[in-house]
């Protein structure tokens, strides 16, 4: 069971836009940031998103954090089929003694 | 080019303690703010965030594992160890080393991840 809630599955075509939703509660993503991560099949994660809505370098601006909405989000726009991959939210929750908390993922599924 | 690889046994007992090591490039732990730390994900399943240590060797543990963890660095090597005690079959998971840095006292973004390390516990 995990501390944030994402759908376990998204779907969209090529060229559409996606949304991924990220639930959690007060003491992580209600006052901290939301950080997002893609991983491929048998790789490891790769940062997405940092601080709510910052890009690494070299990660295209079709992809795109927010926070202001409720709950925070992550938007694919002009979905291409090499975005099929597992998408996870994060946050830190400063409950007892602080802790990293993770969503459940959610599969991107490019029809 | 900051690199980080993670070792350690791919197999082990159920009750024995595990060992793996995190061996990194392209930067260093005695750097202001630097931090490295260790992620988990059993097959088919979410990630679990583990511990971290930073550069002035504060220490950060998950709550739930705290018990059973202990992580320590070797500046000198580059090398930070984990050791998770009393491993049992549900501790099987691909165990990532992952680097951030602390901003204002909390850490950010796991940038740069290992490629990770298969771990299997079974008798």
């Known amino acids: 069971q995990s501390v944030l809630t994402q759908p376990p599955s998204v779907s969209g075509t090529p060229g559409q836009r996606v949304t991924i939703s990220c639930s959690g509660s007060g003491s992580n993503i209600g006052r901290k940031y939301v950080y997002w991560y893609q991983q491929f099949p048998g790789t490891a994660p790769k940062l997405l998103i940092y601080?709510?809505?910052q890009r690494p370098s070299g990660v295209p601006d079709r992809f795109s954090g927010s926070k202001s909405g409720t709950p925070p989000s992550l938007a694919i726009s002009g979905l291409r089929s090499e975005d099929e991959a597992d998408y996870y939210c994060a946050a830190w929750d400063d409950s007892l003694s602080g802790n990293w908390v993770f969503g459940g993922g959610t599969k991107l599924t490019v029809l | 080019q900051v690199t980080l690889t993670e070792s350690g046994p791919a197999l082990v007992k159920p009750r024995q303690t595990l060992t793996l090591t995190c061996t990194f490039s392209?930067?260093?732990?005695?750097?202001?703010?630097?931090?490295v730390g260790w992620i988990r994900q059993p097959p088919g399943r979410a990630l679990e965030w583990l511990a971290l240590?930073?550069?002035?060797?504060?220490?950060y543990y998950s709550t739930s594992l705290k018990p059973r963890l202990t992580i320590s660095k070797d500046t000198s090597k580059n090398q930070v160890v984990l050791t998770m005690t009393n491993m049992d079959p549900v501790d099987t998971a691909t165990y990532y080393c992952?680097?951030?840095?602390?901003?204002?006292?909390?850490?950010?973004?796991?940038?740069?991840w290992g490629q990770g390390t298969m771990v299997t516990v079974s008798s």
């Open positions: 392209g930067f260093s732990l005695s750097t202001s703010a630097m931090c």
């Open positions: 992952v680097r951030t840095i602390i901003v204002r006292g909390v850490p950010d973004a796991f940038d740069i």
């Open positions: 240590i930073d550069w002035d060797d504060d220490k």
């Open positions: 601080r709510n809505d």
